[in-house]
């Protein structure tokens, strides 16, 4: 039996639209980086970039379970002594929503050269509007 490697140019890539109006921010990051590898494929391979192309919307009315709206803590340091930034989920909501699912969804894919080609491929927009509709994505249905 001969495993099957797909060719790099045989690699197709489609669009999808993930609505993240009530669905619980663990789901929605677990389902986009699944399809972001491309694990929902049956060519999946793990160090090959396999997967779509998604879309993101509504990304303020993802939902926080539990009382993570307050105690759920997003930092960043700016690389100098005492740089230390703090923000709870609230505050990030706030400002700006989009950064939740991104840090979630980066978290669920691999570190490296590879991860970072797959989280390019991650268009997360506040809002119903966004302005890739010209490659007539699909809708991707999260429960």
Not at 90 to 100: D, G
Not at 114 to 136: C, I, N, P, S, T
Request: zero cysteines; glycine letters at 10%.
């Amino acid at each position: 039996m001969k495993t099957f490697l797909p060719k790099v140019d045989e690699i197709s890539r489609k669009w999808w639209v993930v609505d993240a109006e009530g669905v619980i921010l663990g789901k929605l990051a677990s389902k986009i980086a699944d399809v972001l590898r491309g694990k929902n494929k049956p060519t999946f391979t793990p160090h090959l970039d396999t997967g779509d192309f998604v879309i993101v919307i509504n990304a303020e009315k993802v939902r926080l379970t539990g009382k993570k709206e307050q105690q759920k803590i997003y930092r960043k340091h700016s690389g100098y002594l005492g740089g230390m930034k703090e923000r709870t989920a609230a505050q990030v909501r706030a400002t700006k929503p989009e950064r939740m699912i991104q840090e979630a969804v980066w978290g669920m894919l691999p570190k490296g050269r590879l991860g970072r080609k797959q989280y390019r491929k991650l268009k997360v927009v506040k809002g119903a509007e966004h302005e890739h509709a010209a490659q007539q994505p699909g809708i991707l249905t999260i429960s």
